[in-house]
């Protein structure tokens, strides 16, 4: 399994980390830092100067799962992982794509209150001369405390929070460990969805209220907004896939079978296989229906109802395409072929 040590910058994630190894049976650290570290050699300037933050970087992001990976399968055990993670997008990323491979991840966020975490950020020491590391290292802190603060909202939800303002990193890590062995630190509540190995059939429903605005939700295990639906079974009818999906996350069973929208080919972007997606109408829901919608936990984290330029804001480009290419192909009442979001014939 992982521990992930979550907090702020300055926020003890290492030192506890480090002390960690030591309690914890079998465990080993392991630093992201160094693959950020690795990406900077290794990327060329041009695209390094396009972000301001490693964790902007979509390779460090999948560096981070297949190295974690990588390192339990040739060592076993525990790793310990002290990483901050302020974006909710980018840690349904990496923990979503740690639960493909089956890999627990146990939640942990050191919150000390911000006069000591400002005391700390101030008496932190780096090699270096005095007036870059304050620029360095030091602001930087400074600036990511407002950012931190913004996050606690779904930090809280998600991990098992500790306060070690009047912490060791000694006694911190001891009260880490014990909420591991306590199930305090609960295993993430994560759906697991295998990586897919080949091209997908995967089906999507349209669900609209009565402005005609469409339901989109928002998955727990990847970043981004979504249709209901997802990948066609062996031996499964697309729109019985749809439908399927439906009920499992909103509890929603569609009366009537869903009629076609667009069948859209998706080429193969690595890391992605690609395969046909499609888009179903599944019709316009009462406000009694809307009111019995529900969401698994481990699956789906919010929905709500948007209109089409709302829904540029929210999806990939390709998706919004997609939806785009079916709200029309519902006001002609014909279906549309597409290939990449694009209309053939």
Avoid at 11 to 25: F, M
Avoid at 233 to 240: L, N, R
Avoid at 288 to 304: K, S
């Amino acid at each position: 399994m992982i521990v992930w040590i979550n907090g702020t910058f300055s926020a003890g994630k290492t030192s506890t980390a480090r002390e960690l190894t030591g309690i914890l049976p079998d465990s080993t650290l392991f630093d992201p830092e160094f693959i950020g570290d690795a990406l900077r050699v290794l990327l060329p300037a041009k695209r390094l100067a396009e972000v301001s933050d490693y964790q902007d970087l979509p390779s460090w992001r999948r560096l981070v799962v297949d190295t974690a990976a990588a390192m339990l399968a040739e060592l076993g055990g525990v790793l310990v992982v002290p990483m901050t993670l302020l974006r909710q997008e980018y840690r349904d990323e990496i923990f979503g794509g740690l639960a493909a491979r089956r890999i627990p991840v146990r939640h942990v966020l050191l919150a000390p209150e911000e006069t000591i975490l400002r005391e700390w950020i101030a008496a932190r020491e780096e090699p270096g001369e005095p007036a870059q590391v304050d620029l360095r290292v030091r602001q930087w802190a400074y600036d990511h405390i407002p950012v931190y603060q913004q996050a606690l909202g779904w930090l809280t939800g998600d991990a098992h929070v500790i306060d070690n303002g009047t912490l060791t990193p000694r006694e911190t890590a001891e009260r880490v460990a014990e909420a591991v062995r306590s199930d305090d630190a609960k295993v993430c509540d994560i759906v697991q969805t295998p990586e897919p190995t080949r091209e997908t059939v995967a089906a999507g429903v349209l669900l609209f209220d009565d402005q005609d605005r469409v339901l989109l939700v928002d998955p727990t295990y990847k970043a981004g907004w979504e249709f209901p639906g997802g990948v066609v079974e062996a031996g499964e009818a697309p729109a019985g896939a749809g439908v399927r999906e439906v009920a499992e996350e909103l509890g929603l069973v569609l009366e009537e079978p869903p009629g076609l929208l667009v069948v859209d080919w998706e080429p193969p972007q690595p890391p992605g296989y690609g395969g046909l997606r499609l888009l179903f109408d599944g019709g316009r829901l009462s406000a009694e229906a809307t009111a019995r919608l529900r969401l698994p936990g481990p699956e789906l984290r919010a929905w709500r109802f948007v209109t089409e330029a709302e829904a540029a804001d929210m999806l990939p480009r390709h998706r919004y395409e997609r939806l785009r290419r079916a709200l029309h192909a519902r006001e002609r009442d014909r279906p549309a072929y597409l290939e990449a979001g694009t209309p053939v014939g």
